[in-house]
């Protein structure tokens, strides 16, 4: 939402063209490597890359996608530089770091998960608030990137020109929805950090945040 128009010179939309219904869930954004990878976690991995600059990779889901902004924020904050491989999607490039190709990958954890539960990609770091539950990962900020923190969001849009009456029923729809017990107890299943209904913020409400 935020990305595309600020990398394109004619966005064939803007914020302006969409009404928010509801927010489902958020993830951790997470890095990973190659099982093989000699660092063991965060720290190692960050001095490998100050140890040799510009010679390790990472992959994203394309340029200027959401994975391609952690990686070019990472180097900032982190203070190293890599080289950004960008890929048609995320499966190809999970698939490359996973057979070698690729040093590294940008992703969400939900995708990540059964390659890391099945021991293709080493979890290297996570980019949320918090270390994920049943996971020996460093956060971003044990590292000492203070503030690097952003985690992913899935939402439902409308267009803007949907009346407004429509919209408010399918917020109402969709907080009944969200209100599920079964539905929130399996987007955590799946990895997702937590559901729109365990937070406080409305369901009409998004966060948006941009890194310089």
Avoid: C
């Avoid at 939309?13 to 660092?39: D, H, Q």
């Avoid at 070698?100 to 608030?129: E, R």
Wanted: no cysteine.
């Amino acid at each position: 939402m935020i990305v595309y128009s600020a990398t394109r010179a004619n966005p064939k939309y803007t914020l302006e063209s969409f009404a928010p219904i509801t927010n489902i869930a958020s993830m951790p954004n997470i890095l990973t490597v190659n099982a093989s990878f000699p660092a063991k976690n965060l720290t190692e991995f960050i001095k490998l890359l100050k140890d040799s600059p510009g010679k390790y990779t990472f992959a994203s889901s394309g340029v200027g996608s959401i994975n391609h902004m952690l990686g070019e924020s990472f180097q900032a904050e982190a203070g190293v530089k890599m080289i950004h491989v960008p890929y048609k999607g995320s499966g190809p490039a999970m698939q490359d770091v996973m057979g070698g190709q690729v040093h590294s990958l940008f992703d969400q954890f939900p995708s990540s998960k059964p390659y890391i539960d099945g021991g293709k990609l080493k979890p290297i770091g996570v980019i949320s608030p918090h270390r994920i539950p049943g996971y020996d990962v460093m956060t971003m900020e044990e590292a000492g990137m203070k503030g690097f923190t952003d985690e992913a969001w899935y939402g439902i849009l409308a267009p803007a020109k949907v009346p407004p009456e429509v919209v408010a029923r399918l917020t109402e729809a969709m907080k009944k929805v969200m209100a599920s017990p079964e539905l929130r107890a399996q987007l955590e299943k799946v990895g997702h950090a937590r559901s729109a209904a365990r937070r406080r913020n409305s369901p009409r409400r998004f966060a948006t945040r941009s890194r310089g």
